[in-house]
């Protein structure tokens, strides 16, 4: 796939960077201005990460403008933040917007720090922002088919953290 090659700005990094250690962000909004990538705006915790994915994102993302989502996925102090990248591309936004954020989201990533992200989410209706959606379209992009049984296994566990699960049973094969 084509990269976009935009500029990521610096207050984008010095806002995700911070937000490593305030545990009060929830998502930062990332949208394309020109050819930068630059910051939109900081959004708090409301609840937890299920609660805020459906209450807070379809507040902030309109339906005829595209923009980028951070979301903290992880809610624990101790474990190091997790986050996903949410693309919002609805069908109201010009044909121009939706090609530069489906080929600029690997160049985010890439400038923010891959080991952040590990999850990556696309939506297009206000109706995309529900938990179980998410939950879904993550094993639906990992398809077993092409695992290894180490990664499918990981891929399990990473589902289970996310559905709240602090238990769970491989299938049987």
Partial sequence: MARANLNLKQEVVDAFVNSQDDQSVRLIV????????????????????????????????????ASFGLFRISD??????????????????????KMLYSSSRED??????????????SASLEADFVWKAFIDSQVRNNTEDILTETERLILEEKVCRLRGESFCVSRSR
């Fill in 30 to 65: 990332v949208k394309i201005r020109e050819e930068d990538l630059v910051l939109d705006s900081i959004i708090s915790k409301v609840g937890n990460a299920q609660e805020d994915f459906s209450g807070i994102l379809p507040q902030q993302f309109r339906n005829d403008t």
């Fill in 108 to 121: 985010l990533r890439r400038g923010l720090g891959l080991g952040y992200f590990k999850f990556e989410y």
């Fill in 76 to 97: 624990e102090v101790t474990s190091g933040a997790q986050w996903a990248l949410i693309a919002w591309v609805p069908d109201g936004c010009r044909v121009r917007d």
